[in-house]
């Protein structure tokens, strides 16, 4: 009697414990994202809430990447070997990219309809980038909305203001721009040379595109064209300075203290930000635009994707849902330890989003954002969108140095077409 | 007239020796300004400061803080071991057998060997992933070095350096009664130990340096090596350059003094040296 208790008891703990990893599973998520400072600690703030709020057992494996490109590398290794099974439930995933894998191994992914997530809290141009053949396959972390940073003391010093910059023309700008440089000696525009984004997002902001039909549309944009012209004429006029490379921008112009103003995708603000004597000098607002008036345009972001690897898509829609997808408790986490932006509208209206920040002269930067991302007009996206923008970069460096911009718009198109095998 | 002589061939050596300190100087300057790097905070970095800082204490903690840094060196140094053990065995092995066993199908053969020299890396990459995937080998030790362990430059080092080797002495022992494995054991090991040295040095280097592969089947984050935890540090938004140059220190110690121990026996088993 004794040993057949013993037995059963012993039946019962190997039960218990050979039941034990199945029972984990059904809590737990992995997650490839990269960014140690930027997208990890909003996923840990994500993975909080979902276990304080919603389940207690959850457990989220966030498996580091070095960046972006290395999920890119998983998504197109599994693909062409036909083997999804070592990709993560879960994928943060760059905007730009994303409609091309989804057409290119449609297999490897997971809409996430039916999740309980009120899109229409979004801003409508963020997810243009993740709704593919009218489904929605991505939820948004960050939020890739472009600011344009000016040192508000510099500007008093050409006897400007930042509100003499908010719906500026680019022509009011340029005289600005020389009045800022002959006062201080610093360029009122600056850009990677090497990955030039200042004709996109100023594209953007007039509502245009350098794609129609998913074409090039190079040569025949007056749009384009104008846009840049105004480019040249800054760089010719020593208002823009074009870095050599990401370092030379980020470390020597804007670390560096020669700019006297920035634009580019909202990420850039913890760049700026790391200069602490610059504490109180800076201020952010919208874009200019060719006929006036505040201009509205994205860079970079990027947002979730659930991919067919994945064992329990109900737990990872319900994930989600119920963190990025719309809680205010992940966004502010977010936004205090890794300085992620949200882009639904609703979260950004918290005490959190709402707070001056002293840095930027106790402006609420963050609320200001999230307003604007509302804003972005939704132009037309492609695939090529990195290859047409070094072409058009080398364009620009060609045109200031003196070559014709016509010509040299007529050589991106046929490359650029080239390559996309017109 | 022998002071004249003498200070006539200096002359002649002036240029030679500034070519040389500028080339030591190109040399050794990243490591300096790598252990600089590391002892400053990241804007102080970022804006060039080149002089040695007070951010040591700060960016090892940072480091400790933010990464499994003692994981990731006990992976390397566990894998690139493991590697390095098992490739010299095995092209070791390759390179007596094809020198010291010589015949004209082994020779086509080594010819075959030598043409996936000419293969890339990146070719074989997604057969080699499917094939470790479908084994089970992925975030292991052996998914890590099975690739590399046999690799043709070894083989062909060993097989060039065996020419070397005294055949007679094969000859004598075989006489005594030693079976073959013995002459490779207790012969052909102890004699050709330059080459050894060298090939280790170099498949360890290798091993340890290795990038692509490692981010390819080390999936998890238990699994990662040094290059890849600095990698991860090495890309976003805002990067801390103090801690990042701390990692890159602690990364390149361990083949450094490898390199150094082993630094005579490279120079001679690189040269062909049999002793």
Known sequence: ?422 | MTKKKVSGTQKRLIPAYIFLIIMAFLSVFPFYWMISAATNETLAVARGKLTFGTYTIENYKNLLAQTDLWGAMKNSFVYATAQTIMAILVCSLAGFGFELYHDKAKDRLFGILLLAMMIPGVATMIPLFKMISKAGLLNTVWGFMLPAVSTPFLIMMFRQNSRNFPTEIMEAARIDGQSEPGIFFRMYFPIMRSTYAAAAVITFMNAWNSYMWPRIVMTRNQAQTMPMLIANLSNGYKVDYGMLMMGVLFCSVPTMVIFFVLQKQFAEGVAGAVK
């Not at chain 1, 809680?327 to 509208?345: F, R």
């Open chain 1, 1 to 422: 009697m004794k040993k057949s208790l013993v037995a059963m008891a012993l039946i019962g703990a190997a039960a218990v414990v050979m039941a034990m990893p199945a029972m984990a599973e059904e809590h737990k998520l992995s997650v490839y994202a990269w960014d140690p400072n930027f997208n990890i600690p909003a996923l840990e703030g994500a993975a909080a809430d979902y276990k304080e709020n919603v389940d207690p057992d959850f457990e989220l494996e966030i498996l580091t990447q070095s960046g972006s490109s290395d999920v890119e590398t998983a998504v197109t290794l599994a693909g062409n070997a036909g083997d999804y099974s070592e990709l993560p439930d879960i994928v943060l995933f760059q905007d730009h990219y994303i409609q091309n894998f989804v057409a290119t191994y449609p297999d490897a992914w997971v809409a996430i309809e039916g999740a309980d997530i009120d899109w229409s809290d979004f801003g409508e141009e963020k997810l243009s980038y993740s709704i593919i053949d009218g489904q929605h396959y991505g939820v948004p972390v960050d939020n890739g909305t472009a600011i344009f940073a000016y040192r508000v003391d510099l500007l008093e010093e050409a006897g400007y203001t930042i509100d003499d910059m908010t719906g500026c023309t680019w022509e009011k700008f340029i005289e600005v721009g020389e009045a800022v440089k002959e006062a201080t000696g610093k360029y009122l525009l600056c850009m990677d040379g090497s990955g030039n984004d200042l004709m996109y997002m100023m594209m953007q902001a007039e509502g245009g595109s350098q794609w129609k039909d998913g074409e090039p549309y190079i040569t025949e944009n007056e749009t384009l064209k104008k846009v840049m012209e105004v480019i040249i004429e800054m760089g010719q006029k020593d208002i823009l300075y074009l870095g050599n490379d990401w370092t030379d921008y980020t470390n020597n112009t804007i670390q560096g203290d020669m700019v006297a103003g920035v634009m580019n995708g909202n990420w850039i603000i913890p760049t700026i930000a790391s200069v602490p004597e610059n504490s109180g000098k800076w201020e952010l607002t919208s874009l200019p635009t060719l006929e006036g008036g505040e201009g509205y345009a994205a860079n970079g972001g990027s947002s979730l994707y659930i991919t067919s690897n994945c064992d329990n898509v109900d737990l990872a829609k319900d994930f989600l849902a119920k963190t990025f997808g719309g809680s205010k408790q992940t966004y502010d986490y977010a936004l205090t330890n890794g300085g992620v932006i949200t882009c639904c509208l609703s979260a950004g209206e918290s005490e959190v989003y709402g707070e001056g920040i002293e840095f930027w002269n106790n402006q609420p930067i963050y609320a200001d954002i999230v307003a604007m991302s509302g804003k972005v007009p939704i132009i037309e996206q492609n695939d090529y969108h990195y290859q047409l923008r070094t072409l058009l970069g080398a364009a620009v460096v060609n045109c200031i140095n003196g070559s014709d911009l016509d010509s040299e718009l007529a050589g991106a198109e046929e490359q650029i077409r080239f390559q996309m095998g017109l």
